[in-house]
């Protein structure tokens, strides 16, 4: 921190100090509720990280968990926009899908009733609700259109119990149900994993998407160890990073690997198999001779 400080931060004050003194009191407001008034003091207004180095860390922790909140909200749009795009679901798990929605629901609401900060879970929100979205459509180009009206029913009703009727889940079922929720999160990445060595590629299955589900793991990781002393979800963050890491190498070693290859239907074999003479005309009927054309010399 002081080689930062001497060699970055000391040659720039004289050009950051204005720009701190114009910014808006609302944001001051804002980062004091983020980092607290002497964190705040030390790093903006003094514009020194060596003056109480939890503060940077802290800093640094708010920092990246507001970037994982923005970025889970476009995380899986594109794998979104790829089963629309295709209209297929090959390569893609509904099962891995329909875990990790009830471990986000579960975790979200985990956070809610213990007042955790948002930093720490908002992003559970964002990304249930493009998990959800994705198992529809997964489902509904499997042909199994009332099975996602299904899903989205059960969404619902889990919802509701988890959030909105705290009396049918109480505190000490939540804290069992968050326990829970690690291994539902970590299960959820099995049969992906498992659909992606069984089908030889990734299908449809977004790179972006499984990137930044690595990064953004690696980073709660670090933002839960600085703001939330809660092991369950901590150990349940390092779980799912390590399957993150497995999925992440599947999806560079099959990075140029085709499609499989659709098998053929006996009959379309059958047509690959006759002659051509045969194909263009009338086949002939067995023990009837073709007529030939003699030629006149």
């Not at 002081?2 to 970055?8: A, E, F, G, I, Y």
């Not at 009733?113 to 249930?128: D, K, M, Q, V």
């Not at 053929?264 to 263009?280: D, G, H, L, N």
Request: net charge positive; proline share 5%.
């Amino acid at each position: 921190m002081d080689t930062l400080q001497n060699s970055v931060i000391a040659p720039l004050q004289p050009y950051l100090e204005p720009i701190v003194s114009a910014i808006p009191e609302q944001v001051h407001d804002a980062v004091i509720s983020l980092i607290g008034k002497p964190c705040h003091s030390a790093l903006l207004l003094d514009l020194d990280v060596t003056k109480d180095p939890a503060c940077t860390t802290l800093a640094i922790s708010k920092a990246l968990g507001i970037a994982i909140v923005g970025a889970s909200a476009i995380v899986k749009v594109p794998q979104i926009l790829k089963l629309i795009g295709s209209r297929s679901s090959a390569g893609v798990s509904f099962v891995s899908y329909a875990l990790e929605t009830a471990s986000l629901l579960i975790t979200l609401s985990y956070g809610v009733r213990n007042h955790f900060p948002f930093s720490t879970y908002g992003e559970t929100a964002l990304i249930a609700v493009q998990d959800i979205a994705v198992g529809v459509l997964v489902l509904h180009f499997a042909g199994r259109t009332a099975a996602a009206a299904t899903f989205v029913a059960l969404v619902a009703a889990s919802i509701y119990a988890l959030l909105f009727d705290q009396t049918l889940v109480d505190a000490q079922t939540m804290a069992y149900l968050q326990a829970g929720a690690g291994a539902l999160g970590v299960a959820s990445k099995a049969p992906q994993i498992y659909t992606i060595w069984r089908e030889g590629g990734t299908g449809q299955l977004s790179a972006f998407a499984v990137f930044n589900y690595l990064a953004g793991s690696l980073s709660r990781i670090f933002t839960t160890l600085q703001e939330v002393d809660d092991k369950l979800i901590l150990y349940g963050f390092i779980a799912g990073f390590s399957l993150n890491v497995i999925l992440a190498t599947q999806m560079i070693w099959y990075w140029n690997a085709p499609s499989p290859a659709k098998k053929q239907t006996p009959r379309a074999k059958a047509v690959e198999k006759t002659p051509v003479a045969q194909a263009s005309g009338a086949s002939p009927r067995p023990g009837v001779k073709t007529p030939t054309t003699r030629r006149r010399g």
